[in-house]
């Protein structure tokens, strides 16, 4: 079973941030949280990573709390093309295994 | 650099048919997998693989065989279709099974069995 909950939707107006929230309570030392997206039945595509500190990239932001217990995915500026389900995913970094355990995930609509 | 890709695109199979799904990847990538999705759901892992010549099973591996005899090959096998395995079959790569980085999708297999 997934380690993470997530609601399964939520909307966004373009142009506004989409703050997507995922909880991973029984989250252990060694595991990163990772963030996947899936457009429209494609593969799904890599978002973000990170462990404690809070991580920005071309695509979004993670922010992980101190207790390491939730996380939160910002979409800075929502637009359309942003719709898609969002997968929060947690896994050990540097095992020997690189498998990726998905949930339900959060179906982000943007609308105009 | 072509990415993932996966061959072909759409299947249609009569129950008790086998095919291969196929799957090749060109950025010298160690770690490979393959998924299944079923509709509204999240991606299940059938198989995956460390590396050529090393093979091992995910969540969701009865009906399908794999074989790594290179390192931009892995084949997944139906040997007997089912209905059950109606499905979009997705593959996988990245660097390394260590999970240093993303591991990039192809476009998916989208599989019917009648």
């Known amino acids: 079973d997934a380690k993470t909950t997530q609601p399964p939707s939520m909307d966004c107006a373009e142009g506004r941030a989409a703050n997507l929230p995922c909880n991973h309570s029984?989250?252990?030392?060694?595991?990163?949280v990772y963030w996947y997206r899936q457009i429209h039945s494609q593969g799904p595509q890599y978002i973000i990573h990170g462990l404690k500190n809070n991580e920005t990239n071309e695509m979004a932001s993670l922010i992980i709390t101190e207790d390491r217990k939730s996380s939160t995915l910002i979409l800075p500026h929502a637009t359309l093309r942003d719709t898609a389900v969002y997968y929060c995913?947690?896994?050990?970094?540097?095992?020997?295994?690189?498998?990726?355990?998905f949930g339900k995930g959060t179906k982000l609509s943007v609308k105009p | 650099n072509a990415g993932v890709t996966q061959t072909p695109k759409f299947q249609v199979l009569k129950t008790g048919q086998s095919m291969t799904l196929q799957c090749a990847q060109d950025m010298n990538h160690e770690y490979m997998s393959w998924y299944r999705q079923d509709p509204g759901m999240g991606l299940r892992l059938i198989h995956y693989?460390?590396?050529?010549?090393?093979?091992d099973q995910g969540e969701v591996p009865n009906g399908y065989n794999v074989s790594r005899s290179t390192t931009e090959d892995f084949p997944l096998r139906l040997l007997s279709a089912a209905p059950s395995q109606t499905s979009v079959y997705f593959c996988a790569s990245s660097y390394s099974g260590g999970g240093r980085g993303e591991q990039f999708f192809g476009p998916g297999t989208r599989l019917t069995v009648l």
């Open positions: 693989s460390v590396g050529a010549g090393i093979t």
């Open positions: 995913i947690v896994r050990v970094y540097g095992g020997s295994q690189g498998n990726l355990i």
């Open positions: 029984t989250i252990s030392g060694n595991e990163y």
